[in-house]
């Protein structure tokens, strides 16, 4: 074919595809180019071109053609005239020197032919090219090298095709790209200015300039200074002469930014309204403005702050996502040059958008950070209010250097509210950490903080304790509220005040002020007042439990001074314990059987009682382990510790004791003796300071004792005690046990001690029936031990049930006393008593007792001595009673039927 011949040697690579159709004079090269030769008739081609950047070897295509025809060379086509005819016999290098002569000439005409047709032209001719075309059809693929030679050698073909089909943007973007790749810089036409080379820049040299912008803005935590950075670069890309920065401080009000460092004076901050500055004018109307500094425009008569020169001014409003008014920031140019353009605002907007983005993260990254300094200071705040048991004074001083650091403030002072005077007083003044290198907090004497008392009202103290609301003052001098002679009586300077409440319930309690912020005219921000308000209330909490703790520290200074006294008055007096000590070996001569079940000490008296208790447990325990002094003690105190109450007394306590070591002397070796001491120990203190008033009634009359121990009230109570005496000074009968059998006593003692709480004998009665019914009980098991030890306390509780019949009379009515007095007490307060708590019930006693005796005496004794049959007597005794108790209600019984 005809590029066949024009450019022998064609090899295929790569693997985009160039389309090279070829029909009758016209010739068509991918999908929008056409080329028209005159002066040849074409015969259809079309060409393959696959073209590649990496340049890799593709296997050739050849193009298929007809076979030669008989008589013609194999190389003959339509520019080899005369090759085959007889008369002359041409040879290869003839072909190949015409070949040579014919693509050249065909190369210089098609420079001079015309283009023709629309894009849409040439995609209809190459589908007619496609339908129509006939004859031979042959594919050659061509090579980058090869393609961009064919493109050369026809630049007049490319510039048609680009200015026809290329757009002016894509036309900067190439000539950006090809300058740069000279490195040589491209003058704006006269009137662009810099928007064209943000415009039409390429990718590569957007990101440079967004990269240095990105480098001014990193690094800086401080929105102020991230945002006049960002002010900086869009002023040195417009060619600003210099750049103000306003921000919103408070609201309504614009304070030029000053840059860290400048060394220039913060001014004073002006109102966001018209009729003033251009700045405050774009921060009222919120639009940007593109204007001159005349001072004709009445919207703004005094035009750029501090500029007496003649200028440009661009002001643009910076605006938060709510809408809300955030920055101003005003671009200058000096003298008579040219004025900001709409290109200027169009690049002022692109910055904007990016670095937008950059203050936003910045301000993100900014209020992590002082969240997590918000929480690191929180955290530590409850660490002191929870970990450290420590003076009020001292906490609140820790809290007070802890919020100065959070709001940056060089001094701060608590003032609390003296509800009788109706005063503020400092309670913590004048905190500083000074120039200390260890920061440790200070505060003024006691003379300088006792001055420091004020009336409410009177100052911004006094005004937010009487108003209860936050203030925010940056200039106290110029507010009338502040009262100056605290700066005169400590000779410091008080330039800025943040004061808030503390509230405790709605009520206020105090105030808390910080004092300076640090830093050349620095003043305190919405920031600090937001963190400030968290912290006001952990100060309030920190207040609060600082109160607490020191009430409580008080209470136990009560505690331990009424203890004191409680236990000098009930505790052992010297000449009772001489007493006793001097009658040691006529005490410890046994002289009567008090091991009988049908002992009951009723005529004995308190000490003579105290003196069998001794005997009872040096017979049990003897005196190898047990100083004798300390057990004499330890028995009068415990006897000093009962109320006097009818049934619940000293001698109560002996008879349950007493019952103990008689059912130990008739079961030897059953018990371990360290069961054996906890179990007479606990019997002996089982109902110390009882009241006379069951669990109920001290739940229900709200006691105190019922606060503290919800379930079995009385029977913790009676517990601690026992603990309290062994605590006393020469009272612990066990100091000689080991710490492990000191542990293991104290334990069973409380186990026993709880067992006489009836509520808790039917689970325990249930629980020991079952295993006994069930043949698995075994003395190896200690959860069986356990339950042998409630029963026999409980029965030993209950010793008064198997005692001789006029004994057991005369016990009852002592129990019924303790029972009407406590049923007295409920129908004075409105409650109706059960009736074996209501006098009105006297004559039904009987029934009450038999009711008792058969469902928990007789049952207890029972289960006990299937266990221990030792015990045995004391169901003897106890059926003769149940007996006599019901026949006494059948008599009771007939009586009432008679009447």
């Given at each position: 074919s005809l590029l066949q011949e024009m450019t022998p040697g064609i090899t295929a690579t790569g693997r985009e595809n160039v389309n090279i159709v070829q029909h009758g004079n016209s010739l068509t090269i991918g999908d929008q180019v056409q080329i028209v030769l005159s002066g040849h008739s074409l015969s259809p081609t079309k060409m393959s071109v696959t073209t590649t950047q990496q340049g890799l070897p593709a296997p050739p295509v050849r193009a298929r053609s007809k076979s030669p025809k008989p008589g013609k060379c194999t190389a003959h086509n339509r520019f080899h005239h005369n090759c085959c005819s007889p008369e002359r016999k041409r040879t290869k290098d003839d072909i190949k020197n015409q070949s040579a002569k014919n693509a050249e000439r065909m190369r210089s005409r098609s420079r001079s032919n015309l283009l023709s047709g629309s894009r849409q032209d040439l995609r209809s001719s190459r589908t007619n090219l496609a339908v129509n075309?006939?004859?031979?059809?042959?594919?050659?693929?061509?090579?980058?090298?090869?393609?961009?030679?064919?493109?050369?050698?026809?630049?007049?073909?490319?510039?048609?095709?680009?200015?026809?089909?290329?757009?002016?943007?894509?036309?900067?973007?190439?000539?950006?790209?090809?300058?740069?790749?000279?490195?040589q810089p491209i003058k704006p036409a006269r009137g662009k200015n810099k928007l064209a080379k943000w415009k039409y820049s390429v990718n590569t040299d957007k990101r440079s300039m967004l990269e240095e912008m990105t480098t001014h803005l990193v690094g800086s935590t401080n929105k102020g200074q991230i945002m006049f950075e960002l002010a900086s670069c869009i002023s040195s890309a417009i060619d600003a002469d210099s750049v103000n920065l306003y921000l919103v401080e408070s609201e309504g009000q614009l304070c030029r930014f000053v840059p860290d460092g400048s060394g220039l004076p913060r001014p004073d901050p002006q109102p966001v309204r018209s009729g003033t500055t251009i700045a405050a004018h774009c921060g009222k109307v919120r639009d940007i403005i593109r204007t001159t500094n005349c001072g004709k425009d009445p919207r703004f008569p005094d035009g750029v702050l501090g500029c007496k020169v003649l200028s440009k001014v661009l002001c643009h409003p910076i605006c938060s996502e709510d809408e809300e008014l955030e920055a101003v920031i005003e671009f200058i140019k000096e003298g008579k040059g040219s004025a900001f353009t709409e290109d200027d605002i169009e690049i002022v907007n692109s910055y904007l958008v990016w670095g937008g983005v950059a203050i936003h993260y910045a301000d993100q990254y900014s209020k992590v950070q002082h969240q997590k300094f918000v929480n690191e200071f929180l955290l530590s705040v409850v660490k002191s209010i929870f970990q450290e048991m420590i003076s009020m004074d001292t906490l609140i001083v820790q809290i007070m250097n802890q919020a100065q650091k959070l709001v940056n403030a060089d001094r701060a002072s608590l003032f609390l509210m003296d509800s009788k005077t109706n005063q503020l007083y400092a309670r913590i003044f004048d905190v500083s950490s000074g120039d200390k290198e260890d920061g440790e907090v200070q505060q003024a004497d006691k003379d300088l903080r006792d001055k420091a008392r004020f009336p409410i009202g009177k100052g911004i103290a006094g005004y937010v304790a009487e108003t209860g609301e936050t203030l925010n003052v940056a200039d106290v001098y110029k507010d009338d509220r502040f009262n100056p002679s605290i700066d005169e009586q400590t000779g410091y300077t008080t330039k800025s005040i943040l004061c808030m409440p503390i509230c405790i319930r709605g009520t206020v309690i105090g105030v808390v002020q910080m004092v300076n912020k640090k830093g050349d005219g620095e003043v305190f921000t919405r920031e600090d007042e937001e963190s400030f308000k968290t912290f006001a209330v952990y100060c309030g909490l920190a207040l609060h439990h600082a109160k607490l703790y020191d009430k409580i520290r008080r209470s136990e200074q009560k505690y331990k001074v009424a203890l004191e006294v409680l236990s000098y008055h009930n505790a052992a007096s010297v000449e009772e314990v001489e007493e006793i000590i001097a009658e040691k070996e006529q005490l410890l001569e046994k002289n009567e059987d008090i091991s009988s079940f049908s002992y009951y000490g009723t005529s004995l008296d308190d000490m003579t009682k105290v003196r069998k208790a001794i005997f009872m447990f040096v017979d049990l325990f003897g005196l190898e382990r047990f100083e004798y002094d300390t057990l004499v003690r330890f028995f009068i105190t415990v006897k000093k510790n009962y109320?006097?109450?009818?049934?619940?007394?000293?001698?109560?306590?002996?008879?349950?004791?007493?019952?103990?070591?008689?059912?130990?002397?008739?079961?030897?070796?059953?018990?371990?003796?360290?069961?054996?001491?906890?179990?007479?120990?606990?019997?002996?203190?089982?109902?110390?300071?009882?009241?006379?008033?069951?669990n109920k009634f001290m739940i229900d009359i709200g006691s105190p004792l019922?606060?503290?121990?919800?379930?079995?009230?009385?029977?913790?109570?009676?517990?601690?005690m026992a603990i309290n005496i062994l605590q006393q000074e020469h009272h612990n009968i066990f100091n000689k046990l080991s710490p492990d059998e000191y542990k293991q006593v104290l334990g069973n003692m409380k186990h026993c001690i709880l067992a006489t709480d009836l509520a808790l004998f039917f689970p325990n009665k249930a629980r020991l029936t079952n295993i006994v019914e069930t043949n698995t009980f075994s003395w190896d098991s200690p959860d069986h031990r356990l339950l042998v030890e409630t029963m026999v306390m409980t029965g030993s509780d209950l010793c008064a049930s198997t005692k001789p019949w006029n004994l057991q009379l005369d016990t009852v009515e002592d129990i019924y006393h303790e029972f009407y007095t406590q049923g007295d007490r409920e129908m004075a307060s409105g409650r109706l008593p059960v009736p074996i708590m209501n006098r009105f019930h006297r004559d039904e006693q009987a029934v009450h007792q038999v009711g008792f005796f058969s469902g928990i005496c007789i049952p207890c004794y029972s289960l006990l001595s299937q266990i221990m049959p030792t015990v045995s007597p004391m169901v003897e005794l106890c059926a003769d009673n149940l007996a006599s108790w019901r026949k006494l209600a059948e008599e009771r019984r007939q009586e009432k039927t008679t009447d």
């Open positions: 075309g006939k004859g031979s059809i042959s594919e050659k693929v061509m090579t980058m090298d090869e393609m961009k030679e064919l493109l050369s050698c026809n630049q007049d073909l490319l510039e048609q095709f680009v200015l026809e089909n290329t757009d002016l943007e894509t036309l900067e973007r190439w000539m950006q790209k090809r300058a740069k790749s000279l490195n109320r006097a109450v009818a049934y619940h007394n000293w001698a109560h306590g002996f008879h349950v004791a007493n019952s103990i070591y008689s059912i130990l002397k008739a079961s030897p070796g059953i018990f371990s003796p360290l069961e054996c001491l906890a179990m007479y120990v606990g019997a002996i203190c089982h109902d110390l300071d009882h009241r006379g008033f069951n019922a606060a503290i121990y919800s379930t079995s009230t009385m029977e913790n109570h009676h517990f601690n």
